[in-house]
C-alpha cells in the first residue's frame, strides 16, 4: 500500500462545465483531472497529486510529503552521522596513503594518547634472507 497516495477515484469528467468554473479549478488537480485537498500539489515524476508535498528526492526515488516528512529527516540525519563516522575512520588510512606516515590514529580516539600499531601489535621478526 502506498501512504503517500490520495485514495483512487474516477477522474472527473473535463467536458462538465463546473470543472472550467473559477470557484472548482482550485480543488481539481489541472494535470491528473482528480479532486485535491488543500495543499497537495501534483508530481510529474510520481505522476499523481501528493499531499502537503516538499519536493520529489530521486534519492528514495519518491515524493517527500505529509507522511513521511518524518522519516525522510530521519534518513539525512543518521546518512550525516554515517558520512561522519566513515570520515572519522577513513582519515588515517588517507594519512598514511598520502604522506606514508600516520599523524593521527584511530587509536589516539580510543586510548586517548598517540600510539604506534607497532606498540600494541606484537613485533614479528622476519629472518633476513642472506641468514645474517
Known sequence: SNYTQLPSKTPLNTSNSIIHSKIYTENVCRKCIFPKPTRAHHCSVCARCILNQDHHCP????????????????????????????????????????????????????????????????????????GL
Open 59 to 130: 534519492w528514495i526515488n519518491n515524493c517527500v510529503g505529509h507522511l513521511n516528512h518524518r522519516y525522510f529527516f530521519q534518513f539525512c540525519f543518521f546518512l550525516t552521522i554515517g558520512a561522519f563516522y566513515a570520515a572519522t575512520l577513513g582519515f588515517s588510512e588517507f594519512q598514511h596513503y598520502l604522506f606514508g606516515r600516520k599523524i593521527f590514529s584511530y587509536l589516539d580516539l580510543i586510548f586517548g594518547q598517540h600510539l604506534n600499531e607497532a606498540e600494541i601489535l606484537p613485533s614479528i621478526n622476519i629472518p633476513s634472507q642472506n
